[in-house]
């Protein structure tokens, strides 16, 4: 196997819809998901690279992984649940930091999935297919299952991209606009899904020549690399 030419990972809560998101990039569906488990990758071939996608464990008993899977991370991507503020919190709380282990001029995508259970039409009152368990909130339990209202608004996404510049000390003028990386995406329909992996992929690709062009010099090639002058001396005296 060729090995990839760049790293994009995926950071956020647990139940959040990473493992989903993948699914329905990768696979095009939204099967029933198991929470990770440490991490998984997939391997993509956008245009002539070689792009390597980690899909990370929310849950916080894997935390310590997480700055080990964001080593030299070209992109990373944000994940929260539109429906579930502290989702969003947890991002700059506890996520944000295992960034430090990404590559220099690593970008970031913020990304707000579950938009499908607030656009239902009020009359269908369902959950989504069931598929989220215990994480919706936004609402008391009447006998008609409520439907979980939006607790992050897509400004609020804005704030925290601003945010993250403000922690990489990175200058707005010099990155992607904050409304081109904050996505709000649903796995369960597909909506946006295509948009924020493809426009990562777009942007990844000069960031991978970058790494690529600055590993140059620390290769050898011994070939062509003359034989170091006899001295009479040696190397021991
Ligand atoms: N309605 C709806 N449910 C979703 C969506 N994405 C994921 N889910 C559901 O949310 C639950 C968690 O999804 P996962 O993809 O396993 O979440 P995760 O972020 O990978 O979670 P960890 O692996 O524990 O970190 C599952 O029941 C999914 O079916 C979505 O866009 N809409
Ligand atoms: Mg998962």
Redesign the pocket.
């Given at each position: 196997m060729r090995k990839p030419d760049g790293k994009i990972v995926l950071l956020?809560?647990?139940?959040?819809?990473?493992?989903?998101?993948l699914?329905?990039y990768m696979e095009r569906r939204?099967p029933?998901?198991?929470?990770?488990v440490g991490g998984a990758f997939y391997l993509k071939q956008w245009r002539s690279f070689n792009i390597s996608i980690w899909?990370?464990?929310?849950?916080e008993q894997f935390h310590g992984l997480g700055s080990m899977y964001c080593r030299g991370a070209a992109a990373v991507i944000l994940?929260y649940?539109v429906n579930h503020a502290q989702s969003l919190l947890e991002l700059e709380d506890r996520f944000l930091g295992l960034t430090d282990t990404a590559s220099a001029d690593c970008l970031f995508a913020v990304v707000g999935?579950?938009?499908?259970?607030i656009e239902e039409a009020p009359g269908e009152g369902g959950?989504?297919?069931g598929?989220?368990?215990g994480?919706a909130g936004g609402g008391g339990g009447g006998s008609p299952a409520p439907r979980p209202s939006r607790q992050v608004q897509l400004e609020d996404a804005v704030a925290f991209y601003k945010k993250i510049l403000k922690y990489k000390m990175l200058d707005e003028k010099d990155v992607p606009a904050a409304e081109q990386m904050c996505f709000e995406?649903?796995?369960?329909?597909g909506k946006n899904v295509d948009l924020l992996f493809e426009t990562v992929f777009d942007m990844v690709v000069p960031v991978i020549l970058r790494q690529r062009a600055q590993a140059l010099p620390q290769t050898v090639d011994i070939a062509s690399t003359p034989p170091p002058a006899q001295t009479r001396s040696g190397c021991c005296s």
């Open positions: 956020g809560d647990m139940n959040v819809g990473k493992t989903s998101l699914q329905r939204f029933d998901t198991v929470s990770t899909d990370t464990a929310g849950r994940t649940d999935n579950k938009v499908d259970l959950q989504g297919g598929h989220d368990p994480q995406t649903s796995a369960k329909t």
